[in-house]
């Protein structure tokens, strides 16, 4: 079985920056491809970046594209999100996923899910 738990989530003013974490546990993880996706009151989970774990490839929604960077630390089993510039729109629960696939923006093909970490931007 494979966990994923997140942290970093919290409040922070428009403009600013934060880092968020996916640590990831178990004897059989060896995704293919690892992602964050964010969550919105009231509106449907949403892509926001994805990386494969074995190459350096990785993929971004235009929304978050040029403010927010995904990155890995395969010794320590750990994706993270940097983001920067942040607005009020980027508030959300935001979430990290794995799946054995080839990359997607699509959750259907994540098999494995964090419980999610709170974002707040203040305006």
Not at 32 to 39: E, H, N
Not at 45 to 56: C, K, L, M, Q, T
Not at 82 to 92: G, R, V, Y
Request: aromatic letters at 12%; hydrophobic letters at 35%; glycine letters at 8%.
């Amino acid at each position: 079985q494979v966990q994923l738990v997140e942290s970093g989530g919290g409040l922070v003013q428009a403009g600013g920056s934060l880092r968020l974490s996916c640590a990831a546990s178990g004897r059989t993880f060896s995704p293919v491809t690892m992602a964050w996706f964010r969550q919105a009151p009231g509106k449907e989970r949403e892509f926001v970046a994805a990386i494969y774990w074995s190459v350096h490839s990785t993929y971004y929604a235009d929304s978050v594209k040029g403010r927010f960077t995904i990155s890995r630390d395969n010794a320590k089993n750990t994706m993270y999100l940097q983001m920067n510039s942040l607005k009020p729109e980027d508030t959300a629960v935001y979430y990290c996923a794995a799946s054995p696939r080839t990359l997607s923006v699509r959750s259907e093909s994540y098999q494995y899910w964090g419980q999610g970490t709170q974002v707040t931007v203040s305006s």
